[in-house]
């Protein structure tokens, strides 16, 4: 047997822990840094924590709160030429998934010669990067610990960069910082960390033992606290293990890709602007029932993790009534989406090729196709 397993140097883990990225950057010989998030962030006090830290332990800060979801290739590259201009020395974001991605390529882009353009794909990246410092904001997206940034390009294409040099020194996960999510948003984004692990489990390419390990973990954590998160939004622990599951979700698809599901709910982002956890929850029951005569046996192991009594082949339909529970949308056409748009759309999917590769069963664009008419 051989792999590679790579992720994020250092993880601090602790309710209110935010306030410490001051003394973090300064360990990492900050004077001034970039401080990239999103403008709801900032006006609900989530990154005040991390800024008052920073103002205490004497470092500048440049804030950037411009991101916008499914980060455009114009903002990144904007904040990138500020942040040459402002002569920082490190980055910092208190944010979702585009404020730290967009933050990943900051800390490159600020110190590589090598433009964006020659970037994206896996193992492009030839430079280093400025000191990074990334705290979540949702337990979802799994990006403090991956080396994966994924850009908007032009109106609705999406492109990844994938190197080791976008993993972090530190990641910090701050429970606080989630307790303000409403219930939307923390199940849309919980099942989005249940996928990154379900994928992962099932990768085709890069399967491996740690990553295992870390995904049945991080579904055990994520399928027994979504719903206490969800209609108690105050429940700390809750809130804690769904972020520590997010976390190893993160870690274990870092390593052993991200697959169909992912493929398919790219294009609800990039053409109907619907949030990426909900894009993958959409599809999810879908491609699941699609993979299941060449995953069922890896289904089965997983199965009964997330759902207790349950089988692999019942899996689609235990998502689909999870969904249903926790007040989701459940269709395409609750987001827009009609019959029409389905051909365009598959067109789009099938480019995801850095995806598409890891699917457990070859997806076609007539499978494609055959998932979204499902989904609708």
């Given amino acids: 047997m051989s792999f590679v397993f790579q992720t994020t140097r250092s993880v601090l883990c602790e309710p209110g822990s935010s306030a410490r ?6 360990g990492l010989g900050c004077r001034k840094v970039a401080f ?8 609900l006090g989530l990154a005040t924590p991390a800024l008052d830290g920073l103002k205490a332990a004497g470092i500048e800060v440049w804030l950037c709160a411009e991101v916008q979801p499914d980060p455009p290739e114009s903002i990144l590259l904007a904040a990138v030429e500020e942040a040459k201009r402002q002569g920082v020395d490190g ?20 110190r590589a010669e090598q433009p964006l353009s020659e970037m994206y794909g ?51 996960l701050d429970a606080e910082l989630t307790m303000g999510l409403p219930r939307a948003v923390t199940a849309a984004t919980g099942i989005d960390a249940m996928v990154h692990a379900i994928e992962a489990y099932t990768t085709k390419l890069k399967k491996n033992p740690v990553s ?14 979504i719903r206490t998160a969800c209609f108690e939004p105050g429940n700390v622990e ?13 870690m274990a698809f870092a390593n052993a890709p991200c697959a169909a599901v992912h493929a ?3 294009p609800l982002g990039g053409f109907f602007h619907v949030p990426h956890g909900l894009s993958n929850a959409l599809v999810l029951p879908f491609v699941l029932d699609y993979n299941m005569p060449v995953a069922e046996a890896l289904y089965d192991e997983i199965a009964p993790i997330i759902f207790p009594g349950t089988r692999g082949a019942g899996l689609p339909e235990a998502f689909v009534a999870l969904r249903e529970e926790l007040g989701m949308p459940t269709t395409l056409r609750e987001v827009g989406i009609s019959h029409n748009h389905l051909p365009m759309m598959v067109e789009n999917a099938m480019t995801q090729t850095r995806l598409l590769v890891n699917n457990p069963r070859e997806m076609t664009p007539e499978a494609a196709l055959e998932v979204y008419e499902k989904a609708l």
């Fill in 36 to 43: 990239i998030t999103d403008r709801t962030v900032l006006d």
């Fill in 122 to 172: 896996v193992g492009l990246v030839t430079g280093d990067r400025l000191p990074l410092i990334l705290a979540p904001t949702t337990a979802g997206t799994g990006s403090e610990v991956t080396p994966i940034s994924i850009i908007t390009i032009g109106e609705n294409d999406k492109k990844g960069v994938v190197s080791p040099q976008l993993l972090p020194d530190w990641a910090v």
């Fill in 264 to 266: 398919l709910a790219y």
């Fill in 212 to 225: 295992d390990c870390l995904a049945r973990e991080a579904l055990r954590l994520l399928a027994g606290n």
């Fill in 91 to 110: 980055v910092v974001s208190v944010g979702g998934g585009s404020s730290m991605d967009t933050a990943k390529l900051v800390a490159v882009l600020t």
């Fill in 21 to 26: 990225i001051g003394a973090l950057a300064a």
């Fill in 238 to 250: 809750a809130r804690s293990n769904m972020l520590l599951g997010s976390m190893l979700a993160g």
